[in-house]
C-alpha cells in the first residue's frame, strides 16, 4: 500500500497538521512557563504535561503508519545532499517526537514528583534520583530547543518547495489538493 | 507534477517572504521565552534574589536551606470530607514525610537568629494521591503579591543603601505589620511548640461539587512556651535539631490540622492579611511525627515540597503566591539537584553541622 499520486496518505496528512499544531503550541508553552511567576504558569503546566502524552500517543500511531504506508519518494531533481538532509531531519522529527515526552515523563518521575494527566495517576518510569533528573532535565531543555530550531528549518524547507522549487514536495503533505496538482493528476 | 519555472525576481520575493516568515516565528519564540523582556520577572531571578551576598550555598536549597526530616504519618478523622474529596480526608491513616526547617538561605545559620520556622509536609494517600504544602510560624506573609516579594528582595539586598528599606516599606504598608510580628510574638525553644500556617489560600472542592475557599494550620499539641532571645542564644547553633530529635525519640508529637473557611469577601488574594478569628474551622485530624532523620540521607532532602502538589478536591485559588512558589522551587530543585556532589552528604565525613 504505498500513497498514490505522490502524495502522504489522509492519515498522514492528518496527524502532520495535527501533530504541527501540538508540537509547536508544546514548544511556546514549555520556554513560556519557565520564564514566569505568574498565575498562568500552573496553567501552562497543566496543559503541557498531558499535551505531551497526547504528543508521545500521536507520534507512535503515526511511526506505525510510516512504517506500513511509508513515503512518496523525493522528486528526481532533488540534489543527493537535500535528499540525505531530508530523510535525516524526519529520522531526528521522529526521536524527537517520542524522545522528548519520554524524558519530560522520566525527568519528573526522577524528581519524585506525582505525573497526573487527565486525571489519570501516571507510572513512576524511574527511580528518584538527582543525577538522573539532572541529566534528563538538562537534554529535555536542550532538545527542545533543537526541536524548534528543526522544525524552523523544516518549515523554511517546505516553503522553499512550494514557492521556489515547486516541485511537488510541499503538496505532497499539503492538507489540501492544489488547482495546479489538479490539472497535473488530470481529475479537473 | 510539471516543474513550472520561475522567473528571478518572484523567486527573490518568495526568498524574501520565506525569510520574514522565519524570522517572525523566532521573534515570536524568544518573546515567550522572556528573551527579549529583560525586566520580565522570571522564577530565576526570585531564586537568585533569595541569595546571601556571597552567593547561593551550592547543593542545598536556596531558602529554608536548613532543616530536618521526619516520617509520620496524618490520622484523619474524616471532619474535611464535607469540604474536600480529596482522599486523605476520609477517616483514615496516611504516610507523611516532612521537613522542619527556618527560613534563611544558609544552612549554616544560627537556630537563636533566624525568626521565622517552617514546616513541609507530603501526604501520600493509597493510589499515589500526593498533597504537598510547606507552611510557616507567622500568622501572615510579609508582603501581598510575589512581585512586592522580588521587591524585598531587592530592598534588603541594597545593604549600603540605608533608604532601599524605607522606601520599600513605605510603599508596602503590610511589612509594618510583619515586623510587629516579628518584633513582638514570643519565640519558644521548639519546633514542637509551634503553630505552622499555610497564609495562602486554596479552594477545596467536596463530592457535591461545592467549593470553598480555606487556608489551614497544623497547631501544636505541645503547649508554647515562651522564651527570651537571649535565652535561646544560649542554646547554641543547633538547638532545635537536637530538641527535636530528643522530643520523637521521647514519643510522637501531634499536632492538628485545622481547616479555615473563608467568609464571602475575605481577602483570599492576600496572604498578608490575615482572616478575622471568628470564621468556621474544621479540625481534620491529626499529624504524628514519629521519627526524625538528619537531613543529609534523609528522605526529605530531595524532595521539592510544591504547594500546588494538590490532589483532587484542592486547586489554587485567587492567591497569587502558589502559582509563584512553584516556579520558584522548581528552578531551586533543579539546581540543587544538580548540584548534588556539593551537598555533604555523610556529616561524619564532611563538615556539616
Known sequence: ?188 | MADTPTSSSSAVRSLVLIAIVVVALVAAFAFTAGWLTPGRLTPSKIVNGLAPPGGPVLGFRRNHAKGICFTGSFESNGAAVALSKAPMFAPGSYAVTGRFNLATPDPKAQDPMVRVRGLSLRIVAPGGSEWRTAMIDAPFFPVATPKAFYGLLQASAKTNDPDAMKNFAAAHPELGHFGAWAGSAPWTASYAQEQYNSLNSFVFTNAEGQDQTVRWSFVPAAKPEAVSPDQLKARGADFLAADITQRVQGGPQNWALVVTVANPGDPTADPSKAWPEDRRKVEAGTLVVKAIEPEADGPCRDLNFDPTVLPSGMHVSDDPFPAARSAAYSVSFNRRTAEDKDYPRHPAGGATP
Not at chain 1, 508553552?29 to 503541557?48: A, C, D, E, F, Q
Not at chain 1, 513515503?71 to 531533481?77: D, G, I, Y
Not at chain 1, 545532499?81 to 524526519?90: E, G, R, T
Not at chain 1, 515547486?166 to 503538496?171: H, I, S, W
Open chain 1, 1 to 188: 500500500m504505498t500513497p498514490n499520486n505522490g502524495r502522504f496518505t489522509a492519515l498522514q496528512r492528518a496527524l502532520h497538521w495535527l501533530m504541527a499544531i501540538c508540537i509547536l503550541a508544546m514548544l511556546f508553552i514549555g520556554v513560556g512557563m519557565v520564564s514566569t511567576v505568574r498565575p498562568g504558569y500552573l496553567s501552562l503546566v497543566s496543559i503541557h504535561k498531558p499535551l505531551g502524552i497526547v504528543i508521545l500517543v500521536l507520534a507512535l500511531i503515526r511511526l506505525v503508519v510510516r512504517l506500513t504506508r511509508g513515503a512518496p519518494p523525493l522528486p528526481a531533481s532533488m540534489p543527493e545532499p537535500m535528499k540525505l538532509a531530508a530523510h535525516l531531519s524526519h529520522l531526528a522529527f521522529y526521536l524527537l517526537m517520542i524522545g522528548l515526552p519520554l524524558l519530560g515523563w522520566g525527568m519528573l518521575s526522577a524528581a519524585d514528583y506525582p505525573v497526573v494527566v487527565f486525571g489519570i495517576h501516571l507510572p513512576s518510569i524511574l527511580p528518584h534520583s538527582n543525577g538522573l533528573h539532572t541529566v534528563l532535565w538538562n537534554l529535555h531543555r536542550a532538545l527542545a530547543l533543537c526541536f524548534f530550531a528543526l522544525i524552523v528549518l523544516h518549515l523554511a524547507a517546505a516553503l522553499l518547495h512550494a514557492l521556489v522549487r515547486r516541485d511537488g514536495v510541499f503538496e505532497a503533505m499539503a492538507p489540501w489538493r492544489s488547482g495546479r496538482e489538479r490539472r497535473a493528476s488530470g481529475d479537473r
